[in-house]
């Protein structure tokens, strides 16, 4: 499908929690890591409420900026065989309950409006599903990267680090050394279907395809010998 240039300015679909989200509205999904959950309820359960206001603002500005680039990357209208720049409506939630988990899962909802106003023009029409398909591994990417620069930076007095706990395994919180606390190496987890009595369609982040071929860079590096994270004044961090 043809394109015209994308927008930036996305508008809200609704105001929760006054409100719910209208009919039609797909739910887009992305968590944290599970390390970072777990420094959320270490922070909770000794009561350290400023660096729980740090977590808090760390995650809530990774969401803002994946809402933006949703906005950028998929921000389209299906229209006379063509897709067409326009203004999505997007409520993001940040939940940190997971029905059938023990403990916190940070994760948010991004929920997008099935339709949107043409950019510069006062006609609605259906979204464009096939673009905002194609952009869900960048948009999980942005919000992953997002949220390990921001935490790194907030939690400096903590001299947190991120990377890989097995070989070719997406980044966990390494210090503190919270991946050793982990009860299994399950990266991802299933959808929440707790906010709403009234199910949407539920998008993961990342696709199917992007988590099996995680767990397929891992099962092959698994074959090959590795020292593990070397002392972290000898890690290069991206973030860091």
């Given at each position: 499908?043809?394109?015209?240039?994308?927008?930036?300015?996305?508008?809200?679909?609704f105001?929760?929690p006054?409100?719910?989200?209208?009919?039609g509205?797909?739910?887009?999904?992305?968590s944290v890591?599970?390390t970072l959950?777990?420094l959320?309820?270490?922070f909770?359960?000794?009561?350290e409420?400023?660096?729980?206001?740090?977590?808090?603002?760390?995650?809530?500005?990774?969401?803002?900026?994946?809402?933006t680039?949703?906005?950028?990357?998929?921000?389209?209208?299906a229209?006379d065989?063509?897709?067409?720049p326009?203004h999505?409506e997007i409520?993001?939630?940040?939940?940190?309950?997971?029905?059938?988990?023990?403990?916190?899962?940070l994760?948010?909802?991004l929920?997008?409006?099935?339709t949107?106003?043409?950019?510069?023009e006062?006609?609605?029409?259906?979204?464009?599903?096939?673009?905002?398909?194609?952009?869900?591994d960048?948009?999980?990417?942005?919000?992953r990267?997002?949220?390990?620069?921001r935490t790194t930076?907030a939690f400096r007095?903590?001299?947190l680090?991120?990377?890989?706990?097995?070989?070719?395994a997406?980044?966990e919180?390494?210090?503190p050394?919270?991946?050793?606390?982990?009860?299994?190496?399950?990266?991802?987890?299933?959808?929440?279907?707790?906010?709403?009595?009234q199910?949407?369609?539920i998008w993961?982040?990342?696709?199917?395809?992007?988590r099996?071929?995680?767990?397929?860079?891992e099962?092959r590096?698994?074959?090959?010998?590795?020292?593990?994270?070397?002392p972290?004044?000898?890690?290069?961090?991206?973030f860091?």
């Amino acid at each position: 499908m043809a394109r015209q240039l994308a927008t930036n300015k996305a508008v809200p679909l609704f105001v929760h929690p006054d409100e719910e989200p209208p009919v039609g509205a797909l739910d887009l999904q992305v968590s944290v890591a599970p390390t970072l959950s777990l420094l959320f309820d270490r922070f909770v359960e000794r009561g350290e409420t400023d660096d729980l206001d740090l977590l808090r603002r760390a995650v809530s500005s990774a969401v803002e900026r994946t809402v933006t680039q949703t906005q950028l990357l998929g921000g389209y209208a299906a229209r006379d065989g063509r897709a067409w720049p326009c203004h999505l409506e997007i409520t993001p939630i940040i939940h940190s309950v997971l029905p059938g988990q023990t403990g916190s899962w940070l994760h948010a909802h991004l929920m997008v409006g099935a339709t949107a106003r043409v950019a510069g023009e006062s006609a609605r029409c259906e979204l464009d599903r096939g673009s905002l398909q194609d952009v869900l591994d960048d948009l999980y990417s942005t919000f992953r990267s997002s949220i390990e620069y921001r935490t790194t930076d907030a939690f400096r007095h903590l001299e947190l680090h991120w990377g890989p706990p097995r070989a070719s395994a997406p980044f966990e919180i390494l210090i503190p050394p919270l991946h050793q606390e982990l009860a299994t190496t399950e990266h991802f987890r299933a959808p929440c279907t707790e906010l709403w009595e009234q199910q949407h369609e539920i998008w993961l982040l990342p696709t199917p395809e992007h988590r099996a071929e995680t767990l397929r860079r891992e099962q092959r590096a698994a074959q090959r010998p590795w020292a593990g994270p070397t002392p972290p004044d000898e890690r290069i961090y991206p973030f860091g």
